[in-house]
């Protein structure tokens, strides 16, 4: 248990409760707050996803748990959003044991490039309320989310403190102090209604009140809204054109994101790969720009499935729309769906928004892929590799030249055939039994070659010795003595 340790406040930043205890126990060193609570003097002071939680939860004692820490007093619930719970699982083992950088790679923060807070942020009357309150400002998890410039609370813009944030504060824990009061409130941001609603939509991300991201319900929106073909491709251009009139510019640049068409293809080509991730500032922007496109964001629900209901819709005219499209088909029934499209295009895109289920009910079915005819005669090309081969090995074996073994390989090539053989296996069988019928082992060969060595004495001649016979010839020491007693003797000519 550490003794004097602060009670944590609500909303608090972790490393608001650690600066707010070395400022009540009047530490002057850095090192010697880390020696406290952490049993080591150099641990980087980390107020989004700090690490050793484990070790801090067992020093503060009074019932506080690693996992208390990381939902309630950290950034994780709000970076976490978009992962699956296998990988948020894995991050919150990472802060518990390992050391405070290996989070922002595992929750892939680090390739997003959204540019993080140069300090930490605060609301002037989030601190009188505090201080009224609690008798002390502190710093709020709310205020430091990426991208808020606007207090959650006040609807007020907030005032940002550089000191925790140069080189020489790594180490050190700064608590809310009066100096930072006396600076003077920032210009109200441009477009003030966009910045309200990024944070307004962080701030619920964090108090754990947004529904759980489902990949699907971002395409069953741009579907039903007309940025998706038939075929379930999006249409980047249209789609990003009106992205870019929502998302103001400026207001994108003083969130930290890039351009839209940067992030924008990578965060949707997830959600055709059913796939979760990325960085929670790109979906609640995309899902606010959704909302000023259309209607709302379905965060659950099927792919395709957001059109409206057909009685939603003007019953006469959608009797009118299915009479075209029904004289389209009987008109036209034997051609595929995009010739009828062409001939009825405005009954077939209000049907498609109004009632897809009746229009892919109505349309005609793909018809299956015809099968390719065979361009090539297997079994006389088969007759004719074979009998290839037999010639590869006739000449082979006329002894005329120094003899090599004969392989598959070796054979296949000879006859130009060595690719088509291992591609087609099955329509060659004569060709691969004679390739594996006249395929030589070792041995085999380096009798062929001892055979050839020794034919080349006259019969009246004197052979060469034994061991220049077996170099001559190329024969392995194991070869050698088998062959070499099996071909010599002074009945044979040529051989000593």
């Not at 619930?77 to 296998?86: K, L, N, Q």
Request: hydrophobic residues 45%; charged residues 25%.
């Amino acid at each position: 248990m550490l003794p004097g340790f602060p009670e944590l406040l609500p909303d608090e930043l972790l490393y608001s409760a650690l600066a707010r205890y070395g400022d009540h126990m009047r530490f002057r060193n850095p090192g010697v707050l880390a020696n406290h609570v952490f049993g080591r003097r150099l641990v980087p002071a980390v107020w989004d996803l700090p690490g050793r939680l484990g070790q801090l939860a067992s020093t503060i004692g009074r019932g506080v748990t690693a996992a208390r820490l990381a939902e309630k007093h950290t950034l994780l619930p709000y970076y976490a959003w978009p992962v699956r719970a296998e990988r948020r699982r894995v991050v919150f083992e990472a802060m518990v044991n390992e050391t405070a950088r290996r989070p922002r790679f595992l929750l892939g923060l680090v390739a997003a490039k959204v540019g993080q807070p140069k300090g930490l942020r605060f609301c002037r009357l989030c601190v009188a309320s505090d201080r009224r309150v609690f008798g002390e400002p502190y710093w709020h998890r709310a205020h430091q989310l990426p991208g808020v410039t606007i207090c959650p609370h006040h609807d007020t813009a907030l005032i940002l403190d550089r000191e925790p944030a140069v080189p020489s504060s790594r180490y050190r824990y700064l608590p809310l102090r009066r100096s930072s009061l006396t600076v003077g409130p920032p210009p109200a941001p441009a477009r003030h209604d966009l910045h309200l609603a990024v944070s307004g939509l962080s701030f619920a991300v964090l108090k754990g009140r947004a529904p759980d991201l489902d990949p699907v319900g971002y395409r069953a929106t741009l579907a039903a809204l007309g940025y998706v073909s038939s075929g379930g491709w999006l249409r980047h251009a249209p789609f990003f054109t009106a992205l870019a009139d929502v998302l103001d510019e400026k207001v994108v640049a003083a969130c930290g994101c890039g351009n839209p068409r940067e992030w924008g293809p990578e965060l949707l080509r997830r959600t055709r790969r059913r796939a979760s991730g990325g960085h929670p500032l790109h979906h609640i922007l995309l899902q606010i720009a959704l909302r000023q496109i259309g209607t709302h964001v379905p965060i659950r629900g099927p792919l395709l499935a957001v059109p409206a209901s057909p009685g939603a819709v003007d019953q006469a005219e959608l009797a009118r729309r299915r009479a075209r499209w029904l004289t389209v088909i009987a008109m036209h029934g034997g051609e595929g769906s995009k010739a009828m499209r062409r001939q009825e295009p405005a009954a077939y895109a209000w049907l498609y928004r109004h009632d897809r289920r009746w229009l892919a009910a109505h349309c005609p079915r793909r018809h299956g892929r015809q099968a390719r005819p065979v361009r090539v005669d297997w079994a006389t090309r088969d007759r004719e590799l074979a009998l290839a081969v037999e010639g590869v090995v006739a000449a082979e074996m006329e002894g005329i030249r120094r003899p090599t073994r004969l392989t598959v390989t070796r054979m296949a090539t000879a006859i130009g055939a060595a690719t088509m053989w291992r591609r087609n296996r099955a329509h060659l069988p004569r060709l691969t039994a004679a390739l594996r019928v006249h395929s030589e082992s070792r041995l085999a060969a380096a009798e062929r070659r001892l055979k050839w060595v020794l034919s080349m004495a006259t019969a009246d001649s004197v052979g060469p010795p034994d061991w220049v016979a077996a170099r001559m010839a190329g024969l392995r020491p194991d070869a050698a003595q088998v062959l070499l007693g099996k071909h010599a003797g002074p009945h044979k000519p040529g051989v000593v």
